[in-house]
C-alpha cells in the first residue's frame, strides 16, 4: 500500500515556474514506477511525465518536453515535477500516480489504467 500526497501548485504567469513534489509513505517506494497525470474539468487524465522505480528511464508527453523535467529520491520517497516556461494550457489538476508494472516504454507507462495508487492532485494554473 502506497499513500500519495502531492504539493506545490499555484497560480502563476505564463513564463514562470514551478516545482511539483509528491511525497509516497511506505518502504517500498523504490519498487515502483511514478507518474505525473493532469486533468482539466471535461477532459481525460492526460499523461505528463514518468520515471522508472530506479530513475534511469524518464518519459514525456510530447507538449511538456523540453520544458518539465521529472526527478526522483528514493531516499526521501519523493518524486518531483519541475515545471519552466508554462503555458496557460499547461493548467490543470496534476496527480502523481505509483505503478508496480514495470513499464519500460512509453506506450505501457502513459497509460493511467497501470497505475495502482493515486494522489489527490495540487492544482496549476496559468494565466496569460
Known amino acids: 500500500q502506497v499513500q500519495l500526497v502531492e504539493s506545490g501548485g499555484g497560480l502563476v504567469q505564463a513564463g514562470d515556474s514551478l516545482r511539483l513534489s509528491c511525497a509516497a509513505s511506505?518502504?517500498?517506494?523504490?519498487?515502483?514506477?511514478m507518474g505525473w497525470f493532469r486533468q482539466v474539468p471535461g477532459k481525460e487524465r492526460e499523461f505528463v511525465a514518468a520515471?522508472?522505480?530506479?530513475?534511469?528511464?524518464?518519459y514525456y508527453a510530447d507538449s511538456v518536453k523540453g520544458r518539465f523535467t521529472i526527478s526522483r529520491d528514493n531516499a526521501k520517497n519523493t518524486v518531483a515535477l519541475q515545471l519552466n516556461s508554462l503555458k496557460p494550457e499547461d493548467t490543470g489538476l496534476y496527480y502523481c500516480?505509483?505503478?508496480?508494472?514495470?513499464?519500460?516504454?512509453?506506450?505501457?507507462?502513459?497509460?493511467?489504467?497501470?497505475?495502482?495508487?493515486w494522489g489527490q492532485g495540487t492544482q496549476v494554473t496559468v494565466s496569460s
Open positions: 500516480a505509483a505503478t508496480s508494472y514495470a513499464s519500460g516504454s512509453y506506450y505501457l507507462v502513459s497509460r493511467s489504467t497501470r497505475y495502482d495508487y
Open positions: 511506505g518502504r517500498t517506494f523504490s519498487t515502483y514506477d
Open positions: 520515471i522508472s522505480r530506479g530513475g534511469s528511464s524518464t
